[in-house]
């Protein structure tokens, strides 16, 4: 994991951002970290897709993930390269979960051929599970297509905020033991 453990102050902050490969399991991080600092979390993944799949317009996701960076407080999951900078300019925390392709593959994989519980909030309305080959071919070319833009954020930005890579269980559960809880034990 890494981390400039003398830059982790002691203030909670107040927008953390999650990237990373889908499959990765950046949402169910998210969801854990927002509960434990009371953000607002906002899975991108439920924002940029239209009922029926539908992609919105480069203008018009550009200008929803402005609106939602802009705001005072948040835990922001997705990857979404072409919003990153958008984004980590923000962040207080930028967390990467660092997973090897092929759990990403398989985590993808295995949701997309299990039966629905009626709790996948991360989708958009009106986009039930499917079957979504794009999205195991983007998973599979992650570490050739996206992951270098990622480190050379990683590489830019680490003297202007507090980054943490996680690459394993472990590493997860090491970074959570440090994400303060806002507002006491309750």
């Not at 990683?154 to 980054?163: K, L, P, V």
Request: hydrophobic letters at 40%; aromatic letters at 10%; one cysteine or more.
């Amino acid at each position: 994991m890494y981390h400039d453990a003398r830059r982790i102050d002691p203030v909670p902050p107040r927008r953390v951002m999650l990237i990373g490969s889908p499959g990765a399991g950046k949402s169910e991080l998210a969801q854990v970290i927002a509960g434990r600092l009371r953000l607002p979390f906002f899975p991108l993944e439920r924002y940029f897709w239209r009922p029926g799949w539908e992609r919105p317009s480069v203008e018009d996701w550009t200008a929803e993930v402005q609106e939602l960076a802009s705001r005072d407080e948040w835990v922001m999951s997705g990857t979404f390269p072409a919003t990153l900078d958008l984004r980590v300019c923000r962040a207080d925390w930028l967390v990467y979960i660092d997973a090897p392709m092929p759990v990403c593959f398989f985590r993808a994989l295995s949701k997309m051929l299990r039966p629905p519980s009626g709790k996948e909030d991360e989708m958009a309305p009106g986009c039930p599970r499917r079957f979504d080959g794009a999205l195991l071919r983007r998973i599979w070319n992650f570490p050739a297509d996206v992951a270098p833009r990622i480190s050379a954020l990683i590489a830019r930005e680490r003297r202007n905020r507090i980054i943490f890579i996680l690459r394993s269980r472990r590493d997860i559960d090491d970074f959570l033991n440090k994400v303060p809880v806002r507002g006491g034990l309750g």
